[in-house]
């Protein structure tokens, strides 16, 4: 344990500048593309309202749980994610930091490529509108040339904010980015209720199909976007909450990350869906994939005409924003494991990873295939190993994770309850969902 008060004390850790910063921020990490592509794509894939409760209960039951386990982590050792597991488990324990890391760099590289269509298609929209074809023109976007330079104008966007370090980069920037998104997405949802034909497209997202709870692969897909969705599993939340001093209430913080992710998950399904099913373009989403979100929403912007060119360029941007600031999360795992391994500079950091990273994104970039592949295998697998890990190791490693938890939190009387849940309910569910993926995987 004295390894890392030492650590510590060699050079002064930069910390939040306050509380609405680090909450912000890691609200801002929470909600991004995960939010608005990939749980509409995964809500229309898997039957609308069965999967948002599914994942509402993921949310609660394994997300929560091993969000406050991470953030108890990241602000006990006060390091990046491999010499925090270090700090508190012993060396053996960091190489599930090293997964972590390169969990951070399969999900950052085809994240980027996604980012760089969105910012691509906001642009487009404010220059020129959207196209009538949004089919060919979303096979124009995600697979020319042009893909691989928006996503590696994406990463250096990103390496920049993180190079300028916790507060002048990622606090700043979120403390801009996330109120003027909330405004964006909720204004869209009230702009699609005046929508005429759009109740359909509520009742598909909120009426509950009771035979679809129990099907398997709802299951794995609900589980595994409770934790895209909250970044958890390859250290993103341990590593902000490593910037964290002392006197943060760690439950109160998870419960307002937690309820802020879904709440725009929300949202962002009473924007998508009656928007789409009041221009009648449910079909081309029925045969979803990672592009239907960038085929159908185009085309209804189009159709909409004048008005929808101004609500599509709203919609971008808040997934821009989204996307921007979840990948500095994601970089900044990346980066803080940098310096604390190789002693590196925060700016050589942030440079050198983000490069490697964009480098590894031109696959991606290239092929919608392979990016459909790296989002399987980040969503369904690496992160459920990390969350598994992760849990595990706070629920039976950690020496006494809940005197850790009651630092600036005391009165709280769930905690027994927490620790319970990290040590039976949510390695077992988490280890389902492995197994399942794994399974489809092979087969
Ligand atoms: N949570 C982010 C989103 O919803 C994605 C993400 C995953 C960010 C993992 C960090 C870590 O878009």
Known sequence: MAQG????????????????????AAIGSAVGLGNMWRFSYLAAENGGAAFVLLYLAFTLVIGLPVLLA?????????????????????????SLGIL????????????????????????????????????????????????????LGFMALTGWI??????????????????????????LAFYAATL??????YAYFLRLDVGKLWNA??????????????SLGMGA???????????????????????????????????????????????????????????????????????????????????VVGALTSAVSVLEVVVATCIDEFGWSRPVASGTSSAAIAALGILPARSLEILGWMDQLAGNILLIAGGLG??????????????????GASGVRWFGLWRVLLRSAVPLGLLLVLANALRNLIG
């Not at 008060?5 to 912000?24: C, D, I, Q």
């Not at 050792?77 to 488990?89: D, I, K, S, Y």
């Open 196 to 201: 005429n034909g759009g109740d359909e497209g």
């Open 217 to 230: 692969d709802v299951l794995a897909a609900a589980a595994g976007q409770a934790f895209f969705s909250l």
């Open 237 to 319: 939340m341990l590593t902000f909450a490593s910037y964290l001093d002392r006197s943060h209430h760690l439950p109160n913080e998870s419960l307002t990350i937690a309820g802020a992710d879904f709440g725009v998950a929300f949202v962002a399904g009473l924007v998508v869906f009656p928007m789409i099913f009041a221009l009648g373009l449910q079909d081309e989403v029925g045969e979803s994939t990672v592009g239907a979100l960038f085929i159908t929403l185009p085309h209804a912007f189009e159709v909409m005409g004048g008005v929808g060119r101004v609500i599509g360029v709203f919609f971008f941007a808040a997934l």
């Open 70 to 94: 991470e953030l108890v982590v990241g602000r006990g050792a006060q390091r990046g994610p491999v010499r925090a597991l270090a700090h508190f488990g012993g060396a053996g324990w960091g």
């Open 100 to 151: 972590f890391v390169g969990a951070g760099f399969v999900i950052l590289a085809y994240y980027s490529v996604i980012a760089g269509w969105t910012f691509r298609y906001a642009a487009v929209g404010l220059l020129s509108g959207f196209a009538a074809d949004s089919g060919t023109t979303f096979e124009a976007i995600a697979s020319s040339p042009q893909a691989i330079l928006w996503h």
């Open 390 to 407: 992760l849990a595990i190791f706070v629920g039976w490693v950690m020496d006494d994770p809940v005197r850790e938890v009651s630092v």
């Open 162 to 187: 993180v190079a300028y370090g916790v507060r002048a980069g990622i606090e700043r920037s979120a403390l801009i980015l996330m109120p003027s998104l909330f405004v964006i997405v909720l204004g």
């Open 5 to 24: 008060s030492e650590l510590a004390s060699n050079s002064p850790r930069e910390h939040w500048g306050g509380r609405a910063g680090f909450v912000l």
